[in-house]
């Protein structure tokens, strides 16, 4: 465990040096307690957060804390009606803080993520002032084909899963590339290069966070 967590930060390391030659911004944090404090300390008050749909984020529990602060939060997922539900995640890329998660992230720094309503890949392309993107360290990914079988295979499946949706994957355990009218993948977007210096902060943590 010690070897594996040692193993992680000399890959993070990597990984922040490739960020920066990339337009983003990386930090390392050693537990998601860190991680916590860090966003909460990047986002000031009277300003506007949104986030996108993220085990990730769900899992930090700074939803919560956000919530006890002067902000104006849109949350796309505190209802239950699909078209206020819809309207948020509109109004969210106008947002000043947009917090996600990445599918998975090559060690050469390019972001990976699978989207099927495509709000959350939206955000990360334009829009919100600041992308916050957490990230644990089980999204590393050797180069682009890896992080796109990681996406698909320990992203996409797991959340068909989860979604109880009508797709092949949720048979066979694997991406059959579907055109099925429920697939979650409509789109496969890159992220190679942030043009706006530092609008992309990558918080990435020391864990396993989210699949
Ligand atoms: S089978 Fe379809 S829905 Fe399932 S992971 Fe592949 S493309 Fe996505």
């Given at each position: 465990m010690?070897?594996k ?15 920066g ?76 803080y ?25 955000a990360?392309c334009?829009?919100?002032k600041?992308?916050l ?7 590393l ?20 899963v ?6 092949p994957?949720t048979?066979t ?16 977007v ?22």
């Open positions: 010690q070897n967590k040692a193993a992680n930060k000399l890959k993070i390391d990597t990984v922040i040096k490739n960020l030659k990339r337009g983003m911004e990386g930090h390392f944090c050693e537990t998601k307690e860190e991680a916590v404090e860090l966003i909460l300390s990047m986002i000031p008050d009277k300003t506007i957060v949104s986030w996108g749909g993220s085990a990730t984020v769900n899992t930090l529990g700074v939803k919560e804390k956000l919530a006890e602060r002067d902000l104006e939060i849109i949350d796309p997922y505190s209802t239950t009606d699909f078209a206020e539900s819809i309207e948020r995640r509109r109004k969210g890329l106008l947002s000043d947009y917090l996600m998660s990445t599918n998975a992230l090559t060690m050469d720094g390019e972001l990976v993520n699978i989207d099927g309503t495509s709000n959350r890949v939206a990360l334009f829009g919100p600041k992308v993107m957490i990230v644990g360290a089980n999204k990914a050797i180069g682009l084909d890896d992080a796109i079988a990681r996406a698909k295979l320990n992203a996409a499946v797991p959340n068909n989860r979604l109880k949706r009508n797709n994957c048979i355990g694997t991406c059959n590339n579907c055109l099925s009218k429920d697939c979650i993948c409509c789109n496969i890159t992220t190679r290069y942030c043009s706006i210096p530092s609008r992309i902060q990558v918080i990435l943590v020391n864990e396993e966070l989210g699949y």
